[in-house]
């Protein structure tokens, strides 16, 4: 069944600890998207692909990195994790053209940092 | 600057009531439009989705929205909420591949 992926579910870590939360889509979309996702908020875009060797930063600044190295494969990095990471991430992908289709979301990982 | 509202942040209806919750878009020209579902712990469910043509969408699980450009919204409605209806409800506007998402709406279903 096509489907996204995220793991881990649930992540507590210390503070200035390297992690990678994996996203992976079986859908062979070319768009990907990470979202930062706080109580009472808005989405906002972290990160996104359009495909393999292409990311960019969205509208929220964000110390994370990505890569895209595979069309279903793109795990998002932080390189010294702080408590200001504490939230939900959510990935995405989203089928060529425009966009009407919508997106496809993952269960999500909610990361806490102490 | 494109933006989506969602006026309300909680609603509380009895189970078998109406609901309607609300959306409103702030785009130059009308973007495509969508309405999420995210159960708690979960990611976001695509309920239904406006392109163009016909006003009044039918999605999945009962629901329905209609789009209204005079007024700018795009809101969804079901007739006869079910418990099983408790969730966040995040409206979604996409134009030149920029997906905006309003702050969303929390709907709580009374026995």
């Known amino acids: 069944e096509a489907d996204i992926y995220q793991t881990p579910r649930y992540l507590v870590i210390g503070t200035g600890k390297k992690i990678t939360l994996e996203c992976s889509q079986t859908?062979?979309?070319?768009?990907m998207y990470w979202y930062q996702q706080d109580p009472g908020m808005e989405l906002h875009l972290i990160h996104y692909s359009y495909g393999v060797n292409s990311t960019e930063k969205g509208d929220l600044s964000s110390e994370s990195t990505v890569s895209r190295i595979r069309t279903e494969h793109f795990p998002l990095t932080l390189e010294s994790a702080r408590p200001s990471h504490t939230s939900q991430y959510l990935c995405?992908?989203?089928?060529?053209?425009?966009?009407?289709?919508?997106?496809?979301f993952g269960s999500g990982t909610r990361l806490t940092v102490v | 600057a494109q933006s989506v509202t969602q006026p309300d942040i909680h609603i509380t209806v009895s189970e078998g009531a109406s609901l309607e919750l609300r959306c409103n878009y702030s785009?130059?020209?009308?973007?495509?439009l969508f309405w999420y579902v995210q159960s708690p712990g979960q990611g976001l469910q695509l309920l239904l989705k406006y392109f163009s043509g016909d006003t009044l969408v039918q999605g999945i699980k009962g629901f329905e929205a209609e789009f209204k450009r005079s007024q700018s919204s795009f809101n969804l409605r079901k007739p006869s909420v079910h418990w099983s209806d408790a969730a966040e409800y995040f409206c979604a506007g996409l134009r030149n591949n920029d997906m905006r998402f309003g702050a969303g709406t929390r709907l709580t279903v009374k026995p």
């Open positions: 785009y130059g020209a009308t973007p495509y």
């Open positions: 859908m062979g979309h070319d768009k």
């Open positions: 995405a992908s989203g089928p060529p053209g425009q966009g009407w289709e919508g997106y496809t």
